[in-house]
């Protein structure tokens, strides 16, 4: 459906250096639900654009659905309005001047379709978000929440084959976020449209999509299903990205058992997940939440002593640091069920199945 | 990898054609002037090449007591205009002031009474032989002699420091009212007494607004023709814009002195030029510490008390010497058949003849029809081209986008007398081309120039709040530039447009000393009409003419302001 090679745009055409997106490479499926996340400045925002046409890249080919939107080679670029896309804004960008209708009618207007076809087009759409009662309001009488929803049936109502989002919900309250994440999936679900979406929240990414591209620094750092890049992350960087993360740096020792065994700063580990030909600088991931607390009488692989040195409690979860006894700490999640208290001496399991071997030093995930 | 010919010239065709244009109408003419100065005959295309006229000039022992008389007319006009501007907004927008809305209301009053009639009028009040004020002063205190002398450097600071107190009160009550309480609270919960709140907190958070408005005020205050002209000429008192004046029509020879005032005003230019950077550089770094936040919030407004009465009688008195006045004193005079003072023996004199003159002779229509004319077209020619201008600059960022804002802001720190000598030598120059010299359209170009800068300032304002996602939106939406401009851009700018345009219309209708120097065969305006009476020895007549101008305006202020308070309900 969207197919991008070589993507690269330069923020300051006269340094060589000043990448906002660097040899960029991606394809989404038809129907797909893809996001790209990164921190800000990554260039996730830029490649949207890029597709969108709103910037014009400086090198490489994006393609939509059969049609060459842009080629740096052939030096074609088709302008914004001939793209079969549609766009959502993080400002949302309803047009104050108009009424709701008004708002949503627009992209058939521009495309030509008009009357009673426009109409039921427009009612549709409103319906579909959930704004039906809405159609006659003037736009700038509408809460966050339903001018993002003006916003949504803007963008589906001349069903373009695309539909690009600019982090949709960064303006709206927590709640409302949350609620809206649900609706925003639905929706696509219904539709049956690609959406492409831009975020810098991993919980969002992870919640809403079919697989997520991680960016840094203008490039694709790592692409998959949000399962993969949470429990089988292959660098540093996306591993500490999606979600919390304690990293240590560690060296392969040698195989055991289907296993690969590890020097690490806790002692020896072992690991079931890691990659097939493992580089020089690699980190041992574990989440917080995987580390289990250990019976005393406990025996086996993975087991490490130490005492708890912090608490957090926020309700349903607890935050423990524990400092063990090899000088490391590591952060364990529990649940509110067994509270330990600040100098409890515990022992950790870290299963070697949630062990992950990852490309790149804890460093190199700031 | 190099866009290909087309697309080049496609993105380089809107920076070449309005900088083409902006050359024309600011450059050449500037470049014209400056080559005059150094022409021995004071024609920019004769032969030659000489530095007499700078000798002439700046060698002369009348130089510095020109510089010292426009330097204490401007400080001390832009003075008054801060202090009783600043008092005005501090009243209006921070304290309990009786009937505050009002006085925010009737600030523009002052703005629809042009500098020229403010001048005649207290001329009539002032003047020491005639003056009314002056007559009953002397006796009611059984004086021997006119308290006070209207032809003086005090009394034309006095009238200019009230012509420009409404343009100050206009800078600063924004900054008043977009003060965040919240940042005065704080020193007052540190522990900060009232005097510390003012000098500490308020003052510097004020400073870069007022400086602003100091700067503006000051290019102005050596920009005026209209009451040096009127207030200062008849007692040889000059300051540079008069002096260009008085060198380009009225020389001792009979011929105007030209080379003369282009090396006087090549002066001039370059310090006025200095203080538009100063000024352009002040607003950006005001706009970078701006104090508004963008939440709704009341500002804390102080309690006068016993002071409540007083000040709202100083805010009336300023209303009195500004317009009551003046404008009174010119409607009283229309009425008269020559200069009376008023008294209740004299409206037995009352006579509608000055106005039905007025409305009958043929010249005045002509003036009348002619001031329509050209502030209309200018005012339409102006929106267009400062919402162009700002469209490129602002939201384009056309190559060479700097270039184009700095040209389009140059004429403010033009005086209208140099403007109408440069466009002068353009179209004498030109005449064969382009014959405009002589004609209305010749005074179109001028105000076109001239007000270009208040218009670019005002769109490009506006355009820069507009989220351009609102128009990426309509590209996105599917709809190629023009649509998206017609139904998405201009709606959305209409407002800041349309207050353009009645500024620039409400200005050109009022502006003197451009049209005095484009005076030709048919060109005559009001204003000059009113000029000519005036000098003429016709004051009742001219009178006439200020009170029909002084309609006209407020007309059109009228709908400036009511178009003012619809666009702020619309955005808030």
Same mark, same amino acid.
């Given at each position: ?78 302008? @914004?309005?001939?793209? #079969? ?50 159609? #006659? ?75 997520? $591209?991680?960016?840094? #620094?203008?490039?694709? @750092? ?23 993360? #304690? ?70 979860? @607890? ?45 190199? $995930?700031? | ?55 002439? !000039? ?22 008054? =205009? ?104 704080? =020193? ?9 709140? =003012? ?61 003369? !005032? ?24 005001? =706009? ?105 600059? !602002? ?178």
């Amino acid at each position: 459906m969207l197919r991008i090679r070589g993507l690269v745009k330069r923020y300051d055409r006269t340094r060589a250096d000043a990448f906002a997106v660097r040899d960029v490479a991606l394809d989404v499926g038809a129907g797909e639900f893809f996001t790209l996340l990164g921190p800000s400045g990554c260039g996730k925002t830029t490649t949207l654009r890029c597709v969108a046409g709103l910037e014009t890249p400086d090198e490489g080919e994006i393609r939509i659905g059969e049609s060459v939107v842009f080629s740096g080679a052939q030096g074609r670029v088709m302008p @914004v309005a001939r793209r #079969d896309i549609a766009m959502v804004f993080q400002s949302y960008a309803i047009w104050p001047h108009m009424t709701v209708a008004a708002n949503v009618r627009f992209p058939l207007e521009a495309i030509g379709i008009r009357g009673a076809a426009a109409e039921r087009r427009v009612a549709e759409a409103l319906e579909m978000v959930g704004l039906g009662a809405f159609r #006659d309001r003037p736009a700038p009488l509408l809460s966050g929440g339903q001018q993002q929803r003006v916003a949504l049936a803007r963008a589906i109502v001349k069903g373009a084959s695309l539909l690009l989002l600019d982090e949709p919900l960064s303006n709206l309250d927590a709640r409302l976020r949350e609620q809206m994440r649900v609706e925003l999936r639905d929706l696509q679900r219904r539709v049956g449209t690609t959406f492409v979406y831009v975020t810098h929240d991993q919980e969002e990414a992870l919640a809403l999509s079919d697989r997520v $591209a991680v960016m840094r #620094d203008g490039r694709v @750092v790592e692409m998959g299903s949000p399962h993969d890049l949470y429990l089988r992350p292959r660098t540093a960087f996306a591993a500490r990205f999606v979600g919390q993360a #304690d990293l240590l740096a560690c060296t392969a020792a040698r195989p055991e058992g289907g296993l690969l065994l590890l020097h690490t700063a806790l002692g020896p580990v072992l690991s079931a997940c890691f990659p097939d030909a493992p580089g020089p600088r690699l980190s041992l991931l574990v989440r917080p939440e995987h580390i289990e607390f250990a019976e005393e009488a406990a025996s086996g692989p993975n087991l490490v002593a130490g005492r708890i040195a912090r608490t957090v409690f926020s309700g349903r979860l @607890v935050e423990y640091v524990v400092a063990l006894d090899s000088g490391a700490s590591l952060r364990v999640q529990g649940t509110s069920g067994r509270l330990r208290a600040e100098g409890d001496a515990v022992r950790l399991r870290l299963p070697p199945e949630r062990c992950v071997v990852v490309e790149g030093l804890p460093e190199d $995930a700031e | 990898m190099r866009a290909p010919l087309a697309a080049r010239a496609y993105r380089l065709a809107p920076s070449l054609l309005m900088g083409a244009l902006l050359v024309w109408l600011v450059a050449i003419p500037l470049a014209f002037l400056v080559l005059a100065s150094l022409r021995p005959t004071g024609f920019p295309l004769d032969a030659g090449l000489t530095f007499d006229h700078y000798a002439e !000039v700046y060698g002369s022992p009348g130089l510095w007591r020109l510089i010292g008389n426009s330097v204490v007319f401007a400080l001390g006009s832009v003075a008054i =205009a801060l202090l009783l501007g600043g008092g005005l907004a501090w009243l209006v927008e921070r304290t309990d002031l009786p009937g505050a809305g009002a006085v925010r209301a009737l600030v523009i009053l002052p703005m629809a009474t042009p500098p020229l009639l403010m001048a005649i009028g207290w001329s009539m009040l002032l003047s020491p032989r005639a003056g009314a004020l002056n007559l009953l002063l002397r006796d009611l205190l059984g004086l021997a002699e006119p308290p006070f002398n209207a032809y003086s450097m005090p009394a034309m600071v006095f009238v200019q420091g009230l012509s420009l107190t409404a343009t100050a009160f206009l800078f600063l009550a924004p900054a008043f009212r977009n003060m965040d309480p919240s940042l005065e609270e704080a =020193a007052l919960a540190s522990g900060a007494s009232g005097w510390m709140l =003012a000098r500490r907190v308020l003052v510097p958070l004020l400073s870069p607004a007022l400086l602003a408005a100091a700067v503006f005020l000051l290019i102005v205050g050596f920009v005026v023709f209209e009451i040096p002209g009127t207030l200062g000429m008849p007692a040889r008192i000059f300051v540079l814009s008069s002096q260009l004046f008085y060198l380009a029509s009225e020389a001792p020879g009979g011929l105007p002195l030209y080379g003369q !005032v282009s090396a006087l005003a090549t002066l001039l230019l370059v310090v006025l030029l200095g203080f538009g950077l100063l000024y352009r550089r002040l607003t950006r770094e005001a =706009a970078r510490f701006r104090t508004v936040t963008g939440k709704g919030f009341r500002p804390r407004r102080m309690a006068l008390g016993a002071w409540r009465w007083p000040a709202l009688g100083f805010a009336c008195a300023y209303f009195l010497l500004a317009v009551g006045m003046p404008v009174g004193m010119l409607a009283w005079m229309s009425l008269m058949p020559y200069q009376v003072p008023p008294s209740v023996a004299a409206l037995a004199l009352a006579t509608l003849e000055n106005h039905r003159d007025f409305l009958d002779s043929p010249r005045v229509f002509e003036a009348a029809a002619n001031t329509m004319l050209v502030a209309a077209v200018s005012a339409t020619a102006v929106a267009i081209l400062a919402t162009l201008i700002a469209w490129f600059v !602002v939201r384009l960022r056309v190559p060479g986008a700097a270039v184009l804002d700095a040209l389009a802001f140059m004429p403010v720190a033009i005086p209208g007398v140099m403007m109408g000598v440069a466009l002068i030598y353009v179209y004498l120059t030109l005449d064969p081309i382009i014959a405009i010299y002589g004609t209305v359209w010749i005074l179109v170009v001028a105000y076109t120039t001239d007000y270009l800068s208040f218009g670019t300032r005002a769109t490009g304002g506006v355009m820069a709040q507009l989220h351009p996602e609102l128009e990426e939106a309509g590209r996105t939406s599917g709809a190629g530039a023009s649509r998206v401009l017609r139904r998405i851009t201009l709606p959305l700018m209409w407002p800041a447009i349309a207050a353009v345009w009645i500024w620039v219309l409400a200005h050109a209708m009022r502006e003197l000393s451009i049209a005095l120097m484009l005076q030709g065969r048919d060109n005559r305006v009001a204003t000059t009409l009113l000029w000519d009476w005036w000098q003429g020895g016709e004051p009742t007549r001219a009178a006439a003419v200020g009170v029909w101008l002084v309609g006209a305006l407020l007309v059109v202020m009228v709908a400036w302001q009511l178009l003012g308070s619809r666009l702020r309900r619309g955005s808030g």
